[in-house]
């Protein structure tokens, strides 16, 4: 049993932080999209979003790229704050990471910055160029991100390693077939088809398509694999109180967030079917009161298609073991009884390194504002359950927001 | 930097043809990857025991393609997760069946340590491991 931790804010006390805006870039190979100009572009959509400009931010919490060091320094160094014209007004400027799941940390950070009184208006950028970044390097810089150099980089490990252990294990204690598997990535296909900013929109996709594509790393086929993207995404949280007089009358609270830090180097997982999700989910639950018969969309990182197999499981969406057949059963597609990942994910909306999970949570965001586009917008959306992981599969994150209304 | 004191001996521990562990000489418990202080009971009191070098095949894979920088010959080849029989885990090389081919393999397999020479270790300072015949 998971020990009991309560929100120390609840719905419509004036200082509960709320989601007011979100803003995203199209997902893909952008070459002649600069890294400021996509972080710029994508702050002024967030902000026009909520309602709001750039004088109205006093928090900016960074989410790291991956590409490149540089641009991670002039992220450092508070460079988005001159940019938007905000130096001198701007209190704090700074960056969270924790890879795949820094956009669930990221939530987290300003929730607590913005309850206690910290911040009263956060802005939370993002964008990455791993779609135009050298694959070559890409693939050496992360066999060294979430993997021990001088304990298991000797073996040759790296990224797709990592996903097709975990996914060897999973169909092993589940009895998944290929087929079920590559029904997961055909589920997150038929959702980017309903996506313009997706990387594979309208690019249909079938498991004999997949089931056909060259072996990468057994048991992973290539069109298995995230494919690497430029994005860039962005979301603004504020106080209940500062939204209400700014005229928002709708807008997302956290109800409650739950995670577990499983391990750091794959091989000490004890179960790599399972990873920290049971225990995550029920700190989850725990503090929202409410379980996942209660979700109206959930969006689950899915940097392979085991990952959130197990993911689903581990959150209660599912009997385990039955991941893989819940996707073959068409319940996570559009019209499902739970849409899943209704951007694309990181899969067909694309791999945009630490920002697949960002882009996921913004989706979600949107869905519970109620500002999808009308051919994907989940019918009176309320309820969303955000699942984050980051590194080796180091840890599970999950978020529980929830639309609410502020009131006059 | 110098390579750690606990890496440099794990490693010529495996030149040596042999599977160390890390073992705490306070609370007893063995550590893997070997740490700079037992994560069980803090002390630095550590040394080393032999493994039995007999475990279980957590799950594996065949690397095919998007070798890290260094590694492009070696493709393809088999990674896995073994549990020692000891109660620690680590990621090693699975060796072939035959040249390229690693078809026997099923997680659960039980698989045994395999010594090699101190040149191979020179070059990939990991553990290699065999499938048990059933």
Redesign the interface.
Known sequence: MAEQWTLHVGPGAPNDPVFVGVGELPTGKFPDRGFIEALTKVALLALKDAGMAPKDVDTILLIPNLHGAADQADLVFSRMVEELGIHGSCKSSYMVHSGGSTSDNAVRSAHGLITAGHAQTVLVLQAERWGSADLNEMITMLSKNGIPGEWELPTGTQFNAIGAMITRRYMHASGSTPEEMASICVTLRNWANLNENAMFYRKPLTVEQILASRMVADPLHSYECPPMADGACAFVMTTSENARKRGITNAVRVAGSGGCVSHYCLSQERDQAVLGWPLAAERAWNQSGWGPQDADIAQIYDSYAAVTAIAIEGIGICEKGEGARWFAAGHGNPGGKLPMNTNGGLLSAGHTGVGGGTALLVEGIRQLLHRAPAKRQVEDCQRAIIGGSGGSYMDAQILLLERTKLGA | MN??KI?ADFRAGLASGKLLIQNCSDCGKPN??PRYACPHCQSDNLGWVESAGQGTL????????????G?EE?LP?A???VKLDEGV?????LEPDAPDD?SSY???DRVSFVAVDAEQIER???ARFRRLAA
Do not use: K, N
């Open positions: 390579t750690p890496v893997m990857w957590h799950t594996f894979c065949v690397l095919r393609q998007g070798a890290p920088e590694f070696d080849y990674i896995g997760v885990q680590l990621l090693v090389r690693w099923r997680c659960d990939r300072p990991c």
